[in-house]
Nanobody
Framework: HVQLVESGGGSVQAGGSLRLSCAAS????????MGWFRQAPGKEREGVAA???????SYADSVKGRFTISKDNAKNALYLQMNSLKPEDTAMYYC????????????????????WGQGTQVTVS
């Protein structure tokens, strides 16, 4: 049974930093595409960043240069380091995963993801 549990959200002033964590269990972590998504009230879910099983990453244009996705396979953990936060980064942030069958199929398209955490709120003022 796949479980994803996010932590690390909170309230921060503009220009500040937060580090989100996602603890994963119930599957062979290294063979999955992992991603961070966010959704603000009244807006569509946005793929913020994704990391493939080989460590390659992709980012939404809105966060490039400010956010960094990383993972620790030994700890089954996924991270999102968020720097230079802006009020428009305010949203519920979700960790998600799907098993990679075809090499290179890791994506920030939320429809590809099978497993989701419960979310952690990030508020930037």
């Amino acid at each position: 049974h796949v479980q994803l549990v996010e932590s690390g959200g909170g309230s921060v002033q503009a220009g500040g930093s937060l580090r989100l964590s996602c603890a994963a269990s119930g599957y062979t972590y290294s063979s999955y595409c992992m991603g961070w998504f966010r959704q603000a009230p009244g807006k569509e879910r946005e793929g913020v960043a994704a990391i493939d099983s080989d460590g390659s990453t992709s980012y939404a244009d809105s966060v490039k240069g400010r956010f960094t996705i990383s993972k620790d396979n030994a700890k089954n953990a996924l991270y999102l380091q968020m720097n230079s936060l802006k009020p428009e980064d305010t949203a519920m942030y979700y960790c998600a995963a799907f098993r990679v069958v075809t090499p290179g199929s890791c994506t920030r398209d939320h429809t590809a993801y099978d497993y989701w955490g419960q979310g952690t709120q990030v508020t930037v003022s």
